[in-house]
């Protein structure tokens, strides 16, 4: 799956173009640069793309269409400031150049991806992990107490409770200890336990708040990598509505769609948070190496927003380990930009002797600059 997307006027974002969106993407810039924005629209593309492809797979087996997108249902929170009616927002999101929807001036326009034909044909899912999921212990301990919470954090949230349907347990070693979940009757508790028996377990919301961030991120890694069912997926998109609209009769499918390619898309908003630098960089091997080695039905892709030039940094270590290496990465399959101006600095680059390497000098300027006040001041 080629995807490529142009965004102009929304927000902070004045002209963003990424030809190829890569498997693994980073992207990294100060507060208010338009991490989240860029990353909530692509999320949006894709969900749209993939209910295009819903529709296809029913009309192309003999179904009438069976839905219609309406732009004002599709935006959550900010982005109908950029994207609603009246708005100056604009996208272009492109798949295997040749399936295209756009949306301009508060219009969705997807008369270009109307009929995917069979051999294109994906079944998607789109995962949002918040930057607020801190905040998920409790609310997993007082169910429905957040009615006013936003649409990203309770599809994050959502999708963590089911997640530990089938995680009941994970090594967390970046942090030292072991998660279970403790079930009684329909309440659920999630705990942590150090691993080196140093003390006993403690429920998840007593825990520090990097433990709180990062143990639902890699609990969710862990599921949608090989726990999530596409076949109860396909259930509920599929074959549930054609028994609601006794369509069944009219059904005669042109290809098994259990052969239909299946991909996850995690985007992933500060996976650093609360963690000390060491842990950051542990932490993104566990998640690397969690979804470089999904389920054989499916695979798993990231995009990530961060602040810490450690992750990126990191980044190239796992690019020289050996590919048998379980948390190693592809040149290849990644992309890390900057933004900066409400446009994008692409920081891979290849070496004289032809090895992908991701540019970070720029990312050193404050550490530097520290260094420099430092000598200053104490040569005084």
């Known amino acids: 799956m080629k995807e490529s997307i142009e965004i102009k006027n929304a927000g902070p974002l004045r002209n963003i173009r990424i030809d190829h969106v890569k498997p693994f993407t980073v992207l990294i ?34 179904v009438k269409s069976p839905f219609r997108l309406h732009i004002k249902t599709l935006l959550h929170d900010d982005l109908i400031n950029y994207f609603g009616p009246g708005k100056d927002g604009e996208v272009v ?22 009929r995917i034909l069979s051999p294109d044909l994906m079944f998607l899912k789109e995962s949002w992990v918040t930057d607020m999921r801190s905040a998920i212990p409790m609310w997993l301990d007082k169910r429905g107490a957040l009615p006013d919470a936003s649409f990203y954090f309770k599809e994050t949230a959502e999708d963590f409770n089911k997640a530990l349907d089938c995680v009941n347990q994970l090594d967390l070693p970046f942090l030292g200890m072991n998660m279970k979940v403790h079930a009684s009757g329909r309440k659920r508790k999630v705990y942590l336990s150090p691993i080196n028996g140093g003390y006993g377990s403690i429920e998840l919301r007593h825990t520090s ?13 862990e599921y949608f990598s090989n726990k999530f069912s596409f076949k109860d997926a396909m259930q509920r ?12 009769k009219h059904f005669r499918p042109d290809m098994e769609f259990s052969d239909m390619p299946r991909v996850v ?16 960089c542990d932490m993104i091997e566990q998640l690397v190496k969690t ?29 020289r380990h050996p590919a048998e290496y379980p948390a190693a990465l592809r040149g290849e399959e990644m992309g890390v930009y900057r933004l900066y101006d409400g446009e994008l600095q692409n920081l891979m680059s290849l070496t004289r002797d032809n090895k ?22 104490n040569s005084r």
């Open 209 to 221: 708040s990097g433990m709180q961030s990062s143990t639902p991120l890699l609990t969710l890694a």
């Open 93 to 114: 999101y492109t798949v295997n150049d040749k399936y295209t929807i756009r949306i301009t001036k508060g219009r969705l326009d997807t008369k270009d991806a109307e």
């Open 29 to 62: 810039g100060n507060s208010g640069s338009g991490k989240s924005v860029l990353m909530k629209t692509l999320m949006l593309m894709r969900y749209i793309y993939k209910m295009m492809n819903i529709r296809s797979a029913l009309k192309n087996s003999g």
């Open 356 to 377: 992908w390497i991701v540019d970070t000098r720029d990312l050193s300027e404050t550490m530097t600059g520290i260094l420099d006040q430092y000598r200053h001041l």
């Open 291 to 319: 979804v470089r080695n999904p389920a054989d039905d499916h695979s798993v892709e990231l995009t990530m927003a961060t602040h810490s030039p450690y992750i990126v940094n990191f980044l190239n270590v796992l690019l």
């Open 237 to 248: 998109s599929i074959v549930s509505y054609l028994y609601m609209q006794d369509s069944l």
């Open 265 to 280: 898309h995690m985007h992933i908003e500060e996976p650093e948070l609360s963690l000390f630098p060491d842990a950051q």
